[in-house]
């Protein structure tokens, strides 16, 4: 019987024309994909909340996190934002974020560390913003917390690497983290849930192009 199943659709596969058989295996090679995605939907089980770590030297870091935080607010919930370096530029994500009603925005306010140029200032300023950070991170309310920047806070030895990870920790079981930065730095590589490397490519501004309102803040 299968010898005679298998002939009779060599027979039909044999009648197609081109198309037919491009569709054909076009919606073969679909099912299969479509049952591979259905199994591992199936097999995710665990309800809790994620780390995710955007690291690199390419733009989209910021973006990427202020992007999947506003898919966040928009489904209702409630986030907040700690924002380190970017201080003294008028973004964008500030004015659109700083009188929502479901955002806390933080912001370490000494801008970028090569124009404060002041370490013990900087330090006192991002410690300032970390306990904002930390207090987020124990608030059972907030479903999301964005850390912008905040390996140049380890990198130059302004925050303990230790304490963050510490608190990300023992932060309530549903609540997301996101951290960005330049730094791939292992600790927090190990941490994360989901990390992306964020590389560049090309950048406008390295071809003479002026930063602009809405595009780099």
Not at 40 to 52: H, S
Not at 75 to 103: C, L, M, N
Not at 173 to 190: C, D, F, M, W, Y
């Amino acid at each position: 019987m299968t010898d005679n199943n298998s002939s009779a659709s060599e027979n039909a596969n044999s009648n197609e024309s081109a198309s037919e058989k491009e569709q054909r295996e076009h919606k073969e090679a679909m099912q299969a994909t479509q049952k591979v995605v259905r199994d591992k939907i199936k097999a995710a089980k665990e309800k809790r909340g994620v780390v995710i770590y955007l690291w690199g030297n390419g733009k989209g870091k910021s973006s990427s996190g202020f992007g999947t935080l506003l898919r966040a607010v928009g489904h209702g919930q409630r986030a907040a934002i700690i924002q380190f370096i970017k201080g003294t530029w008028k973004t964008g994500e500030e004015a659109f974020f700083r009188d929502h009603p479901s955002v806390e925005h933080h912001i370490m306010g000494t801008g970028f560390t090569w124009d404060s140029q002041d370490k013990q200032k900087d330090i006192a300023a991002a410690q300032e913003v970390w306990l904002k950070a930390e207090q987020c991170l124990a608030n059972d309310d907030i479903n999301l917390v964005l850390m912008d920047e905040i390996t140049y806070m380890f990198d130059y030895g302004y925050l303990s690497l230790e304490a963050c990870i510490a608190a990300i920790k023992n932060r309530p079981l549903k609540q997301n983290v996101i951290l960005t930065g330049r730094s791939p730095i292992a600790e927090l590589i190990e941490l994360a849930d989901t990390v992306s490397e964020i590389k560049e490519v090309k950048h406008a501004f390295h071809a003479g192009v002026k930063a602009q309102k809405g595009i780099e803040f």
